[in-house]
């Protein structure tokens, strides 16, 4: 009885159909990658603002003063000394305690006569001067409230660990295809309820649903791509699927830059999901895990269609499927520590999970932080990543995993620091090395998916590929903490801290056993053996050079 990578062999691995699923599948990427990283154009900073009092707001109207002129007329900032700056924003002029004689006069300087007024701080009754709409103008999300827009992203990325957890499990047991569908519709509706959300605490409770169907369609799409092709497809399909990701952060700005407000943003990137549901169609469940569910018949249908469409056929012999590679159920969290090799490995793809979506994660929210054109920006810096897949195509298979992966941090983490102390003067050399560190971020984070599947055994691949990743989202929850809270103190303490974790991320990959044309481990004992064989391998070596020269 053959089994299914033998029946898929005969059909073709990677042949018309197989191409045409990727595509489309492909494309949800493209939508992940809006939700992603939406935050940076949904939270956009205005360009200025301030807040009135009641006798302010009563001289703006009466004397029908721009929102320039209020700006400069009264907010703090302008006018008090260079000790009391620091308040400004947040604070205002309590005029109401000053000589209220001249409240009829239009003159500043007769309105305004003492620029030494209290400052107290504001309450409310915000302005905002500002191209483009943003959630920041709509919940009021300065100053005390700054900590709010953090939260934004944070509660997104809970959503994502709580999506891989919950929808994982789904796929496993109900099926790939259907739980596709559902996430699909799922961010569809949040990500409409999040648009006309009435208030803040709607707009976050739907955004953290939004984030847990979000992680639930890339997952699934992703698991959907490398189940239908054969193995030796599977990691060039699983890079190119990045790529897409990253082709959606080149558009982006482009979506952010012809939409008025932060609702049509929002709007552009949730509605075409729904267009992923005429995917029930044309897009089939996965036969690896029909198979798995004791349901052969079903996948030999599959099978057929697919050898039909990419030019073959399937002969009688292929009546039945057998499997031949079942995984144990229930692992546990003590499989991944309980031994030496695996405690190390799991250990260092943690801290490399959490590294990659902190850095990530961290450098394209500061592009909202650090002026200058955000839609250009952003735009190159999505271009950037796009050599990444392609440096990692040619480099893995030649220099191992190892080494590209190290590499790729320790770039990152000595861009990161090299631009935090460049002065200002220099632009184009900032740019240059800070495009280096982005380039060598996106490296480690797609790497890191391949590492990670090829040091776990067979029985512990898709639960340790799961827990680790968590580390991504749990990292995705600080990294808005950490940037915007830092980033109120210095600019640049953000790209330090960011620089140090890549750096030592770095150092402890090299410490990962090398993968490099060895087969996947079935069990924990061939992990162990990977590292005391690589050792073996450095310690001929050496007693061949020391034989050598003493010839």
């Known amino acids: 009885m053959p089994t299914f990578d033998q029946a898929l062999r005969k059909a073709g691995e990677f042949g018309r159909f197989q191409r045409r699923v990727f595509l489309l599948l492909c494309l949800t990427g493209v939508t992940f990658a809006f939700l ?12 200025y603002y301030w807040c009135r009092g009641p006798r302010a707001t009563a001289m703006a109207e009466r004397c029908a003063w721009s929102p ?9 900032e302008l006018h008090v000394p260079a000790e ?16 209220t004689s001249s409240e009829l006069s239009c003159d500043p300087l007769t309105a305004f006569p003492n620029r030494s007024a209290p400052l107290v701080s504001c309450s409310g009754d915000w302005r905002y001067v500002e191209t483009h709409s943003t959630i920041v103008s709509q919940f009021d999300l300065v100053c005390s409230n700054a900590w709010m827009l953090d939260l934004t992203q944070a509660i997104l990325n809970l959503g994502f660990l709580a999506g891989a957890f919950t929808l994982g499990y789904a796929a496993d047991r109900y099926g790939r295809l259907i739980i596709y569908l559902i996430s699909c ?54 890079i190119v699927i990045q790529m ?14 012809f939409t008025p407000s932060w609702q049509g943003i929002q709007l552009a990137i949730s509605l075409p999901s729904f267009l992923f549901l ?7 469940e996965s036969p690896r895990w029909l198979i798995t569910r004791k349901q052969g018949e079903k996948a030999l249908q599959i099978l057929r269609r697919v050898a039909k469409c990419n030019g073959k056929h399937l002969s009688s012999n292929y009546s039945e499927i057998t499997v031949t590679d079942e995984e144990v159920s229930n692992p546990s969290c003590l499989d991944l520590v309980r031994t030496p090799q695996m405690r190390k490995c799991t250990l260092i793809l943690m801290f490399a999970w959490f590294t990659s979506a902190v850095v990530y994660q961290g450098l394209v929210m500061r592009l909202g932080l650090i002026g200058g054109n955000l839609y250009i920006d952003f735009f190159i810096s999505g271009l950037v990543e796009l050599p990444g897949a392609l440096l990692i195509l040619l480099t893995i298979e ?11 941090n320790i770039v990152a983490g000595v861009s990161c620091l090299v631009t935090a102390f460049l002065p200002e003067g220099i632009p184009w050399l900032r740019t240059t090395v800070a495009t280096l560190g982005r380039l060598g971020i996106t490296m480690a984070f797609e790497i890191v998916y391949l590492v990670n599947s090829e040091l776990y055994p067979t029985t512990l691949r898709n639960f340790g590929v799961s827990l680790c990743s968590g580390l991504c989202d749990f990292g995705g929850i600080i990294a808005p903490f950490l940037l915007f809270r830092l980033a109120a103190i210095w600019l640049e303490l953000p790209l330090i801290i960011f620089g140090i974790l890549a750096s030592v991320c770095g150092g402890l990959v090299m410490l990962l056993p090398e993968t490099k044309g060895i087969a ?21 070596k050496k007693k061949t050079q020391v034989s050598t020269s003493d010839v």
């Open 36 to 47: 992603f990283v939406g935050v940076v154009f949904l939270g956009s900073q205005p360009d």
């Open 68 to 76: 320039e002129e209020e700006w400069n007329l009264t907010t703090p």
């Open 84 to 99: 009391r700056r620091g308040q400004g924003h947040c604070h205002r002029y309590l005029l109401e305690a000053t000589n």
């Open 185 to 238: 519709f799922g961010v569809g509706i949040t990500g409409v309820v999040v648009a006309f959300a009435p208030n803040f605490s709607v707009f976050v409770i739907f955004r953290f649903l939004q984030g847990v169907f979000g992680k639930g369609a890339w997952m699934t799409c992703f698991v959907i791509v490398t189940e239908i092709v054969g193995s030796k497809q599977r990691r060039i399909v699983g």
């Open 244 to 257: 897409f990701f990253t082709l959606g952060i080149i558009i982006l700005p482009g979506i952010a830059y």
């Open 278 to 284: 005429l995917y029930y169609w044309v897009v089939p």
């Open 398 to 408: 030649r220099l191992g995993r190892r080494l590209p992966f190290a590499a790729s």
């Open 520 to 540: 996947l481990p079935e069990t924990v004992e061939d992990v162990e053996k990977l590292g005391s064989s690589q050792l073996h391998q450095c310690g001929r």
